[in-house]
């Protein structure tokens, strides 16, 4: 199978409810909300790669190789010349340091995509939060005011400047923690271009009657 990767645009930015019209968003799977890891390759994949770190080492070790491949499909489609002029963000996750279940497993993917790339966790979260995979569809999900209360970029590592900026996360969804750190980093880097990557967006199974 030929991997491709694909940009949010007219046709399914209404999914994704906190994104606006000069996002640049791009994506390679498409997860399927309300099914378990059973449905899909993708579900899988993503199954795996949310995997708490208090977890099994035998789950640790499904969550080890969700991250490798997923390093690699990004390294499958993108391209290589742009991947070496940005600085790759990695969205970080919903516990903060010195949490048992803290997961930097998306800069794990980033710093597994290539050797030399920019990767910079300049985005720190000061407090936990519930996960909005385990909030669930109709929980209590955090927004995106409540991310910007706990977000602080780090500043012994925003210099040098950076030239384009890629926001990289596991899933999007509503959009929220794309748009949270798209402010924070827009109004420390303003005039800089920021994209959104996801290993994949969320979308709705067909209902059931």
Same mark, same amino acid.
């Given at each position: 199978?030929?991997? %491709? #990767?694909?940009? #949010?645009? $007219?046709?399914?930015i209404a999914d994704h409810a906190r994104l606006r019209a000069d996002d640049t968003c791009l994506y390679i799977f498409e997860y399927t909300s309300r099914r378990n890891y059973t449905f899909s390759q993708t579900n899988n994949l993503i199954n795996n790669l949310k995997k708490k770190p208090s977890s099994s080492a035998a789950q640790l070790g499904y969550k080890r190789q969700a991250i490798s491949n997923c390093a690699g499909y990004f390294r499958d489609t993108l391209n290589a010349g742009w991947l070496a002029t940005a600085t790759l963000v990695p969205v970080p996750g919903s516990k903060a340091p010195g949490h048992p279940d803290y997961d930097d497993r998306m800069a794990q993917v980033c710093a597994q995509i290539a050797s030399g790339l920019d990767v910079r966790a300049m985005v720190r979260q000061t407090a936990s939060t519930t996960a909005s995979h385990?909030?669930?569809?109709? $929980?209590? %999900? =955090?927004?995106?005011?409540?991310?910007?209360a706990v977000y602080e970029l780090d500043e012994t590592i925003a210099l040098p400047l950076p030239a384009?900026?890629? #926001?990289?996360?596991? =899933?999007?969804?509503?959009?929220?923690?794309?748009?949270?750190?798209?402010?924070?980093?827009?109004? %420390?880097? &303003?005039?800089? &271009?920021?994209?959104?990557?996801?290993?994949? %967006?969320?979308?709705? &199974? &067909?209902?059931?009657?």
């Open positions: 199978m030929t991997l %491709r #990767i694909s940009q #949010i645009d $007219g046709s399914n385990e909030a669930g569809e109709s $929980g209590d %999900r =955090v927004t995106v005011e409540e991310l910007l384009t900026i890629a #926001i990289v996360d596991d =899933v999007l969804t509503a959009g929220t923690h794309y748009r949270a750190m798209h402010t924070v980093l827009s109004a %420390r880097f &303003p005039g800089v &271009p920021i994209y959104g990557l996801f290993i994949a %967006r969320r979308v709705f &199974p &067909p209902e059931d009657f």
